[in-house]
């Protein structure tokens, strides 16, 4: 069983930055996909980024279009910890920020959740 807690949200103007974290524990979190989802009001779930298990900050790593360039996804083992560092925020950036993990990095595999943390960009 793998639990999530995330914080770090926030609100920001435009172009503004911020850097969400995610405490990461239990049993056999450290062969799991870890990523990050966002969903907006009245808008479907989607992935923002992903951290296959095994990775380092040197890997691939998978972003959602819209954020590439501007998200960056990184993961310190040593304290259990993943963050998702965000700059140049838009105001479509504004949703629940969500920690995830999950067998595999294929959305649909992730089946453990942190509670949540709003960001809301300002124009």
């Known amino acids: 069983q793998v639990q999530l807690v995330d914080s770090g949200g926030g609100s920001v103007q435009a172009g503004g930055s911020l850097r969400l974290s995610c405490a990461v524990s239990?049993?056999?979190?450290?062969?799991?996909?870890l990523g990050w989802f966002r969903q907006a009001p009245g808008k479907e779930r989607e992935g923002v980024a992903f951290?296959?298990?095994?990775?380092?900050?040197?890997?691939?790593?998978d972003y959602f279009n819209s954020v590439r360039g501007r998200f960056t996804i990184s993961r310190d083992r040593a304290k259990s910890t993943m963050y998702l560092q965000m700059n140049s925020l838009k105001p479509e950036d504004t949703a629940i920020y969500y920690c995830?993990?999950?067998?595999?990095?294929?959305?649909?595999?992730?089946?453990?959740w942190g509670q949540g943390t709003q960001v809301t960009v300002s124009s």
């Open positions: 239990g049993y056999g979190y450290r062969n799991a996909c």
């Open positions: 995830a993990a999950g067998h595999s990095c294929r959305p649909a595999d992730f089946g453990y």
């Open positions: 951290m296959p298990p095994g990775s380092s900050t040197t890997d691939y790593f």
